[in-house]
């Protein structure tokens, strides 16, 4: 992960829920430091604090981490480890690849299926769900505006208008919670379904007459002719909001390009996009991951460590995932289950990938 990363896979609080299985705990030695949980709290859990990150990977049967193991950890790795992370192998080719040559299971918990039984494990969820907070939370103090309506004896102040693109965990998220800054709320999802969603949380839910649901309840990328039809349609929306939420996405797929730098140069000045797809491209053509820059007096945000500045309950609900996800992946006398035995595990399987070839539009 970046530099910026500050969660932790496991938190204290739920050690005692692996140790009580039989499982031994090592830790690398500061791993929670960033999250506010130090070696000491590990230590008192009968956590094994060990000083060197390649120790610990010598010496454990899985390991459990944030994002994915670096080309070092995989190379240190004995044969047969279990990584458990967030891969995403369709964008790490050579990660994946070097997986398999070295004879290493890697799951990865983006994979999972959004099934009813996978919801305990579901890292995407938790963590998008932090995002869309974060976002909104980024936005408000961002814009030089305040969100709720207010009526005083100095007139009355319109409330703030928020445009939310992709009405998925992360949007709704950035929906309610700018909804409950007191907002006036506006969405746009290609998933007509979304609509229901969002207009329960009180916002407007924009139709453009595009509805792009792909497999497992996902969208679909956007044809050509759709994405230029959606850009032109939600141009009015974007042009008139105080602040622009983006988080749409398309599994495996770069981010879609939504709003572009002509679109930024036409927005009032003093607006805010908060881009949470920044990392995967972003939604806005002049995204930058991790950085803020301001184009004719609009500040366009690449929010990349979204999770990571509310670590604390990041790391906690990434953690409940961690141990659900390891409750299946080993057995009650501390056995390690073959991928192929359980449709999880095996769903999460990182496997090797062809060359990469993914486009953008
Ligand atoms: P995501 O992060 O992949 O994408 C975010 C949103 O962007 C999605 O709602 C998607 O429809 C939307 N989007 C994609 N392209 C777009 C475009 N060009 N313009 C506008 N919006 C666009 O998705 P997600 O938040 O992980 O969730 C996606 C789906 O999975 C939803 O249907 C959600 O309800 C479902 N889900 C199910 C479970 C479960 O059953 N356990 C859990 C979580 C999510």
Redesign the pocket.
Same mark, same amino acid.
């Given at each position: 992960m970046g530099p910026w990363e500050r969660r932790v896979a496991i938190v204290p609080e739920d050690v005692s829920k692996l140790t009580s299985r039989h499982i031994r705990l090592l830790i690398q030695s500061g791993a929670g430091e960033g999250s506010f949980f130090p070696d000491s709290q590990y230590a008192s859990t009968g956590v094994e604090i060990i000083k060197e990150r390649n120790e610990v990977i010598l010496l454990s049967d899985v390991l459990v981490m944030l994002g994915r193991p670096t080309e070092e950890d995989v190379n240190t790795a004995r044969q047969g480890t279990v990584f458990v992370g967030m891969i995403m192998p369709s964008l790490n080719h050579d990660l994946a690849n070097l997986i398999a040559v070295k004879k290493l299971v890697a799951h990865s918990l983006e994979l999972l299926p959004?099934? #009813?039984r996978?919801?305990s494990m579901?890292v *995407? #969820?938790s963590q #998008?769900s932090v995002a869309g907070y974060r976002a909104a939370v980024v936005g408000a103090f961002h814009s030089p505006r305040i969100m709720p309506m207010l009526s005083t004896a100095a007139g009355t102040i319109r409330p703030a208008k928020v445009l939310v693109?992709?009405?998925? %965990? @992360?949007?709704l998220m950035a929906i309610s919670t700018a909804r409950r800054m007191g907002a006036s709320v506006t969405a !746009?999802? %290609?998933?007509k379904a979304?609509g229901e969603d969002v207009r329960s949380l009180g916002a407007n839910f924009l139709e453009l007459g595009i509805d792009a649901v792909g497999t497992g309840? !996902? @969208?679909r990328e *956007?044809s050509a002719d759709e994405k230029e039809k959606?850009r032109m349609l939600l141009e009015e929306a974007i042009v008139n909001s105080d602040l622009i939420i983006t988080? @749409?996405? %398309?599994?495996g797929k770069k981010a879609?390009l939504?709003i572009t730098r002509r679109m930024v140069g036409i927005m009032k000045g003093g607006s805010v996009i908060v881009d949470i797809t920044a990392e995967s491209g972003g939604n806005c053509e002049l995204t930058r991951a991790g950085d803020t820059l301001e184009y004719h007096g609009v500040k366009v945000i690449g929010l990349s460590n979204a999770q990571s500045e509310a670590q604390v309950n990041a790391s906690q609900m990434y953690s409940r995932n961690m141990l659900s996800f390891l409750s299946v992946l080993i057995s009650a006398d501390g056995i390690i289950v073959d991928p192929n035995k359980d449709e999880l595990l095996k769903s999460t399987l990182v496997r090797p990938q062809s060359p990469i070839s993914s486009g953008r539009g």
């Open positions: 959004r099934t #009813s996978a919801q579901d *995407l #969820s #998008s693109i992709g009405a998925g %965990v @992360a949007g !746009y999802d %290609v998933r979304a309840g !996902y @969208a *956007l959606e988080t @749409a996405g %398309v599994p879609p939504i």
